[in-house]
């Protein structure tokens, strides 16, 4: 069973940065895509950003130019660099390791969440 563990979360002020990362207990980066999720109190769970084993990241609209998802592969680590941050971006920040269909891998593997707020 391979474990998430997310960390750096914190409370900023609007424009500021913060860098999330997520450590994995085994290496997944070159069998399932690699994502983080938020969810804001009171709202559904929506997708952030995406890497997939090509290494090519997908972002939401909302986070486009603002955040950036990368991976370090030795070291089993994800991040997500998030800047201009903005009060709307306030949510709960989830690590998932997440199928790859082309590759017929089933991964299903979630963290325990950072929280990110962000003041205005």
């Known amino acids: 069973q391979v474990q998430l563990v997310e960390s750096g979360g914190d409370s900023v002020q609007a424009g500021g940065s913060l860098s999330l990362s997520c450590a994995a207990s085994?290496?997944?980066?070159?069998?399932?895509?690699m994502t983080w999720y938020r969810q804001a109190p009171g709202k559904e769970r929506e997708l952030v950003s995406l890497i997939g084993t090509g290494g090519r990241p997908t972002y939401a609209d909302s986070v486009k130019g603002r955040f950036t998802i990368s991976q370090d592969s030795a070291k089993n680590t994800l991040y997500l660099q998030m800047s201009d941050l903005k009060t709307e971006d306030t949510a709960v920040y989830y690590c998932?390791?997440?199928?790859?269909?082309?590759?017929?891998?089933?991964?299903?593997?979630w963290g325990q969440g950072t929280q990110v707020t962000v003041s205005s």
């Open positions: 998932a390791a997440r199928p790859n269909y082309a590759l017929g891998t089933m991964c299903d593997y």
């Open positions: 085994g290496s997944i980066f070159t069998t399932c895509i």
